[in-house]
């Protein structure tokens, strides 16, 4: 241990030499994007005695997950929930007065909200040791990267390699986007103004969720959607629910429909639609949502300096410890594939520093949990219900609606159904999905259940505490047995 | 409606061989395949090799995956045929008893070529959130156990079907009880490799199947076999004489008059004069296994590796008739058209590398064996006889044996035997 540490006073060494020198530095590992795959894959490595390097554009760890995605998005989601919460609290016999929006105050609460977080893991990362370096990484070869400091470039030399680099919002061709009034999630974020019209292309979560802050703030929000349906990867049971509630909030939803063309005219969008069966129309908007999925950050990070090739879909190929095609280099995250969440690229990055650091490990969740934190709450993990369909397993389905929960009644909020998938031969649970408000929290006992092989039995037999919207679960499984105390099933 | 499914079992293949171990399935559900297309890798005893599908279809199922072990007769995977009305395999009908009798190496299966794959490792992206089956029933700390003492946790089973931490140890006892020899894991771990490309320029290729079970083959031969290697030399300018005299007779039988045919000969010969090298060692019954027997393996050099295909009952067959079949195996052996249980069944093995060149070395004695004769290359040189130096013909030979069975001196005596037999040819008549 003291020979380990003398070994990283001696780096240090060498870094404040080549600082001044401005000769390279070399690292153990080196770990290229600082969000929520990078950081925690970096702060590891570290725990785990090794020396290593995280290189990021922005100053602190945190990358779009807490500058421009899940964490602004999550605090003003709460701005539009307590709004709404006070519209509701009218029939119960609390009448606020009509709330008054200060753009400025919420925009910069926000980005206190982001700055709290990603200074503490600008702390966390100091106290670990770990060297961290503003700048874009490009891969010179296998083994050394070039970092462009703001112009300044620098050579690094690393044993090891993490790529987490992310994705980045998919454009649509030939929009106009130099008016200004195109929007992408980053942008959205930024929330410069209230757009009296807003259109949301895309009916999938980040467009779903954007589009109720902006319409709680007090924009018409409209939704075009390509597809049948809002969010295609969910099960149609639970979409219903909310799209139900989002045909209050939103001024209307365009599905089957797609975007022909959108022209800049008076300071306005002019958009025309085209429908199912050819039919036309234009609306006018003051701002488009463009929210149509995410692409691998793959590109311009030389890795055709190395043997990594992506695939068809832009993303890297890694194997179950999350290697590439240069075993010493490791890609996590969005950029190593499908699906693009955060809490997936964590459990990667963990995985991968534990490998670089020797130990026997893979990446082989049995499940990983999907949320749409919208309101109500739509969330699954394990198989959904058109999934098993499609498989064709032999699975019977267990579904509780929030009508019968007490605690739900309580909050005025019964728009909600939690729902099992289950193996029909050995009751093992392969699905759980929850639409209503808190989904998102309480899908975790899904993960768990799927994760410790739990079967219809063993949820029903783990009491649940009273009242909470976490019964519904007990209560699911109670109905797979055909007999739940607050949901009569006729025999 | 008529069913048009097929079941698709494993094909005999050969004597002896009942079970082996799936190396990789080649095909996945929904695949069309056709007739003689690889449908999964097999590998039995020493050889890996491809089962090919006798019918052009769909696959329906596929019942295993890599690794498992499978019985000759398992059915394996269900197949969909293209033609519904056509069955899959010809009835056996009285016209078919009349035709002749189909050559048998074209329904055996093919030695595996060795293709050179991509790098490794294999990354995919691949979407990790669905599973198309009911995952295996072990919570994440008990998967992380198995994996770190190397236990395939789909192997592990329970009575309620729920794997625990104490299912995983006592699956891992079971195994470890079970195949203690078989093991090539000596204790001590492989350590990993620095990374070469730092110092220069590194091509990479995966290893053969062929390859691999070579490695493993030798690896435990090597580390669990005492091994002595005793040299001599052999005078073989009067047998060289023989030879050549009779080399035209063997060319007419079909076969070629190499010195190896013959020693296989002498070895035999050898081996009935010295029991113990026609022997096993059985470690956990504490028994000698005599075989009554004497079938020879000879090494065969092909470009994915070493091959030993074994000449049957050499006792019992004449010097020209070992040379035609000896001829026939390392053609076949050549060409990947062998079948698997040609490679079994060896008392002793041959490796000539005279025709490469050099002399003594030390070759590694091939399990369950217990000894293997090397040969080197034969060269003139002046031997002192009856106060002259004449120029003789000396073939070096290493004998390699396994020193828990053999002795030295019966080492020294059994290749001493065979030195004497070559010198004097007659002598393989007179005691052989």
């Given amino acids: 241990m003291r020979e380990a540490r003398s070994w990283i006073l001696d780096t240090r060494c060498l870094i404040l030499k080549g600082m001044m020198n401005s000769t390279n530095r070399s690292t153990h590992v080196v770990v290229i994007g600082a969000g929520p795959g990078g950081y925690p894959a970096a702060f590891h490595a570290a725990d785990l005695g090794l020396n290593v390097m995280l290189i990021d554009e922005e100053v602190h760890p945190g990358g779009v997950c807490l500058y421009r995605g899940c964490i602004p998005s999550k605090a003003l989601l709460h701005v539009a929930r307590v709004m709404n919460d006070n519209d509701e609290a009218e029939q119960m016999g609390v009448t606020f007065a009509k709330p008054k929006v200060d753009i400025d105050k919420m925009r910069s609460w926000k980005n206190s909200v982001i700055q709290r977080m990603t200074q503490g893991l600008g702390q966390l990362s100091k106290i670990r040791n770990v060297q961290s370096i503003q700048g874009r990484a490009r891969f010179a070869d296998a083994h050394h990267l070039i970092v462009d400091q703001g112009g300044k470039e620098e050579k690094i030399s690393f044993e090891y390699a993490i790529i987490a680099t992310g994705s980045h919002p998919t454009q649509i061709p030939n929009l106009p986007y130099d008016s200004g009034l195109i929007l992408d999630s980053a942008s959205a974020l930024e929330i410069e103004t209230i757009p009296e019209k807003l259109l949301v292309i895309g009916g999938g979560y980040i467009g779903l969720e954007l589009g109720s802050v902006y319409a709680a703030l007090g924009s018409n929000v409209s939704v075009v959607e390509m597809l049948p349906r809002l969010l295609p990867g969910a099960d149609k049971d639970l979409v219903t629910i909310l799209a139900k509630r989002l045909k209050n909030k939103f001024e209307q939803i365009m599905l089957e429909t797609r975007v022909a063309e959108i022209k800049k005219e008076k300071g306005q969008l002019n958009v025309k639609f085209e429908g199912k069966n050819g039919a036309e129309s234009e609306i006018t908007f003051d701002k488009v949502l463009v929210s149509v999925g995410r692409k691998p950050n793959a590109e311009k990070l030389g890795l055709e300096n190395t043997n990594i090739k992506t695939d068809s879909k832009g993303f890297i190929p890694v194997d179950l410890q999350r290697r590439t095609h240069e075993p010493h280099i490791f890609a996590i995250g969005d950029v190593a594939g499908e699906p693009m969440l955060a809490h997936k690229a964590t459990h990667e990055g963990i995985v991968a520093a534990e490998a670089i650091s020797g130990e026997k490990t893979v990446f082989e969740p049995q499940a990983i949990p999907a949320v749409v934190f919208t309101d109500p709450e739509i969330a699954w993990v394990g198989i959904t219900e058109a999934e098993a369909k499609e498989q064709e397993l032999d699975v019977k389905i267990a579904k509780f609606p929030w009508a019968a929960s007490g605690r739900a009644t309580t909050l005025e909020r019964n728009d909600g159904l939690t729902k099992l998938i289950v193996d029909r031969k050995t009751e093992r649970i392969l699905g759980v999905a929850i639409t209503g408000v808190s989904a998102g929290d309480m899908i975790a006992e899904g993960a768990l259940a799927i994760e410790m092989g739990a079967n219809v039995t063993d949820l029903k037999l783990t009491i649940h505490p009273h009242p909470t919207l976490s019964e519904t679960i007990m209560e699911t499984a109670e109905v797979f047995f055909g007999s739940s105390p607050h949901f009569y099933q006729k025999k | ?432």
Avoid at chain 2, 284 to 296: G, M
Wanted: glycine residues 6%; hydrophobic residues 35%; contains cysteine.
């Fill in chain 2, 1 to 432: 409606m008529k069913d048009n499914s097929i079941e698709f079992k494993i094909p005999e293949l050969g004597e002896n061989i009942t079970e082996g171990d799936v190396v990789k399935v080649l095909v996945s559900v929904g695949e069309p395949i056709h007739v003689d297309q690889a449908l999964l890798e097999l590998e039995t005893g020493k050889a890996a090799v491809e089962i090919p599908s006798e019918i052009n279809g769909t696959i329906k199922e596929v019942l295993i995956k890599d690794g498992d072990k499978v019985k000759v007769g398992q059915i394996v995977i269900k197949l969909e045929t293209h033609q519904k009305e056509e069955p899959a395999v010809p009835p056996t009908d009285t016209q078919e008893k009349d035709s002749p009798p189909k050559n048998r190496t074209s329904d055996t299966p093919k030695i595996k070529e060795a293709l050179p794959t991509p790098p490794s490792p294999n990354p995919s992206a691949t979407d990790t959130t669905s599973r198309s089956h009911v995952p295996v029933r072990a919570a994440p700390s008990v998967r992380k156990f198995a994996r770190e003492i190397g236990v395939n946790i789909s192997e592990v089973t329970s009575s309620d079907g729920r794997i625990t931490v104490n299912n995983v140890k006592a699956y891992a006892k079971q195994r470890l009880t079970q195949e203690p020899l078989a093991s090539t894991n000596t204790g001590i771990p492989s350590p990993s490799i620095p990374d070469f490309s730092k110092w220069g320029k590194v091509g990479k290729e995966s290893i053969s199947t062929i390859r691999k079970i070579t490695a493993r083959h030798m690896a435990m031969c090597w580390s669990t076999i005492p091994h002595v290697t005793q040299h001599d030399k052999a005078d073989i300018t009067d047998l060289e004489k023989i030879r050549k005299h009779f080399k035209q007779k063997a060319e007419d039988a079909g076969g070629k008059l190499t010195p190896t045919a013959i020693l296989t000969k002498i070895v035999a010969a050898a081996l009935k004069a010295f029991p113990t090298f026609n022997a096993s060692i059985d470690v956990q019954k504490n028994e000698v296994i005599y075989k009554k027997y004497c079938h020879i393996g000879v090494a065969v050099d092909i470009p994915k590796g070493l091959l030993v295909p074994v000449i049957r009952d050499v006792d019992k067959k004449n010097i020209i008739e070992l040379s035609v079949e000896l001829s026939r195996l390392a053609e076949e052996t050549r060409k990947n058209t062998i079948s698997p249980d040609k490679l079994q069944g060896g008392c002793f093995t041959i490796s000539n590398i005279g025709g490469i060149g050099g002399t003594h070395f030390t070759p590694i004695v091939n399990f369950p064996e217990v000894a293997i004769l090397g040969v080197g290359q034969a060269t003139h040189e002046p031997v002192y006889i009856d106060g002259n130096f004449e120029p003789r013909l000396i073939m070096p030979l290493s004998l390699s044996y396994d020193h828990r069975l053999i002795d030295g001196a019966n080492g020294a005596r059994f290749l001493r035997w065979i030195v004497k037999a070559i010198n004097e040819p007659l002598l393989l008549a007179l005691e052989g």
